[in-house]
């Protein structure tokens, strides 16, 4: 990976913001985002990205997204089931536990979409529109953990659980309500609808996604504290596994004919780790995971190492497969 694009992604101000969050709360600042702003930022951001993907599918013949949606289809079983593997056999975690990993590092972080997104216009390599359609539906993935979990514990002491309840309270999340949400409203609405919104959905995009990272910031630094509790094998875990996803979907979305913005992004999202939903599906399936090895992993590793190193590795695993692969 190039010096220069690492540098290019520590001095842009989506990281910078939240570095400074991090330090802020090394030293104890008093500085503070209210819960309801937060939230109000991330239902903006959530639902922004909904729009826009929105009015760009609405320009896309199904032709032109069918091999994503393939792409997307493998990613969503494939993903949570190497999570748990690893988490179950190799870190040797309990079902509930490694469900819980398999559940947050299977589905998807919006801000690290957000981010990979801004990357790849940086490098003059835009995503296709369609991409956060696909985005959204990798969501999926904490269904499908979820069911290993089941599946596992079934096998172990008869609990059969009701995957019926699983799947309405995965729906009703409010990251595929606003996402999906988002995606029809945009698809609906037409050009000229869709221009009156622009201003405010559009051109405030990215300040509303530099203050969100700064209260990220804080949050994985108070998440850091929790190292001593998770220990280095769920470090390594952290920071091996969204590679390892990483590098297989970029691969299969070269393969499959993506562009290398396309291709990169959905890359990216593979490798992030979700610390919104998916905790809270895993929390309400399985109360007997501890949040403090799931959630560490996901948010005090992996989001900060995606952030500043994570990201542009993919970006050059994408133009690896693209060189293997002989595409110009």
Known sequence: MPI???????????????????FATIIKSDLEIPEPVIKIFSIFLLFSIGLQGGQELADVSFNEIAGGLGVIAALVFVLPLIAFLIARYVLRLDAANSAGVAALYGSVSSVTFLV???????????????????????ELAILIALFYGRFAMSRSNGD????????METLRGRGLVLLGGGLLIGGLIGDANFARIEPFFVDLFRGVLVLFL????MTAARQLKEFARVGPAMVIFGVVVPMLHGGLATGLST??????????????????????DAPAAVRATFPSANPGIYLTASLGVTFPFMLI??????????????????IG
């Not at 997104?117 to 956060?132: E, H, I």
């Not at 700064?214 to 910031?217: D, F, Q």
């Not at 393969?255 to 992004?265: D, M, N, T, Y």
Request: charged fraction near 10%.
């Open 116 to 138: 990979a997104r801004a990357y790849a216009d940086s490098r003059g390599t835009p995503m296709d529109g369609y991409v956060t359609g696909l985005v959204a539906l990798m």
């Open 214 to 217: 700064l209260e990220m910031g």
């Open 255 to 276: 393969w499959a004919g993506l562009p290398l913005g396309s291709a990169f992004v959905i890359g990216a999202v593979a490798a992030s780790a979700s610390y919104i």
């Open 4 to 22: 220069e694009s690492l540098l290019e992604n520590i001095i842009s101000p989506i990281t910078l913001a939240f570095l400074l969050g991090v």
């Open 160 to 167: 059969k659980g009701d995957l019926a309840s699983i799947l």
């Open 309 to 326: 190193i994570g990201v542009p590795t993919v970006y050059q695993m994408a133009l690896f497969w693209r060189s293997a692969l002989g």
